[in-house]
Structures are given as C-alpha cells and as structure tokens.
C-alpha cells in the first residue's frame, strides 16, 4: 500500500504522528510544523512551485480535504480523506462513519472527538 513504508498506509497523517512520538515533538508548535512538513514542505522537495501546488487560482486542482479544524485535529485524529481530488477529478470519498459511546446508566451518543471550546 506504501511504497515508501512497508507498514505505512500512504497517509502522510501516520508520517507525521509516528515522526512526532519518534522524535518526541509534541509541543504545541511542533505539531503544525509536522503538518506543513508532510504538505507544503513536501511540495517544495519535490520542487513544485506555486502555479502547481497550493489553493490559487489556475492551480491543477488536486489536492486532499479534510474534515477537521485544523492540523493538530488531522494529525491528532488521523482522519481519513474526505475527498481526493486529482485535476479537478474525485478520486476517492469517504464517507464519515459516526462513533456512538454507551456509558453506564446513559443511552448511546455520538461523538466526534474535537475538543469543545
């Protein structure tokens, strides 16, 4: 499934977290710079410039969506891709699957994990 990690499942999300526990990079600013480097400075290895890759106009359109609020959400979450879009074209969707939790003396709820403010 990963040709770069034999027990990867290409998510850049699992990269980032197993390299933040590795290199115990769990500050608050740590986080997001493990975000941007799966993203934006992955583009920059692979020498992508502007014109082809971010969220500007005449860009080729592909790009991953996620339904989280930010990054540490993604990484901390490790959701799956909402959408996967290659040049304009949907390539995969996920539909999200809600979780119920039954506490004792409770009925079922769902939940979604993010944080309430």
Do not use: C, H, K
Request: no cysteine.
């Amino acid at each position: 499934m990963d040709p770069w990690n034999a027990l990867g499942t290409a998510n850049p999300l699992q990269t980032a977290l197993v390299g933040l526990y590795a290199a115990q990079l769990t500050g608050a600013g740590e986080i997001p710079a493990a975000f941007s480097m799966v993203t934006d400075r992955a583009a920059r290895v692979l020498g992508l410039d502007a014109s082809e890759y971010g969220i500007t106009e005449g860009a080729p359109a592909s790009f991953v969506l996620l339904s989280v609020p930010t990054p540490e959400e993604a990484i901390r979450r490790q959701v799956r891709p909402r959408y996967v879009v290659s040049r304009g074209s949907v390539l995969a969707e996920t539909r999200p699957a809600p979780t119920r939790l039954s506490w004792p003396g409770e009925g079922p709820s769902e939940v979604d994990f993010i944080p309430s403010a």
